[in-house]
């Protein structure tokens, strides 16, 4: 959901940079690190949580849009990338200590374990499976 929602409002206002209105004065610089590391915050404390783009904006207190552009400049991610690369790090850690992989997945907010067996691949090189395997020996 949260991927969705950002990828729609990325995608709108990459339009509305090239067709519309010139830009309002940006907000000081130390203001929006302070609201984006609120987000940051808010997405460690709730990662299992199906979190929501409209959330996490009124935590920031602004936009949705100007939240994700925000985020991305600030993290260097969009924040639904963020979110899942929490949900891993804390899969891995749970696999680690012996936690099945089902029950992994349900505690990190993941679908199912499909998705977590999706993204752990994509972003550790193997699947749950394998790492488990490799850290019991």
Known sequence: MLERESGLLDAMAKLYRRHGSPRPAERRVADERSRIGRV???LRA???D???LEQLAVVAEMSAFHLV???KKEMGLPPHVYLTQLRLQEARRLLSEGTGI???AA????YDQSALNRHFKRVYGVTPGQFVNAVSH
Do not use: H, Q
């Open 40 to 42: 940051v915050e808010f």
């Open 46 to 48: 709730n990662y299992a």
């Open 50 to 52: 199906s979190v929501k």
């Open 69 to 71: 552009r925000s985020f």
């Open 102 to 104: 089902a029950d992994t």
């Open 107 to 110: 505690l990190t907010g993941f």
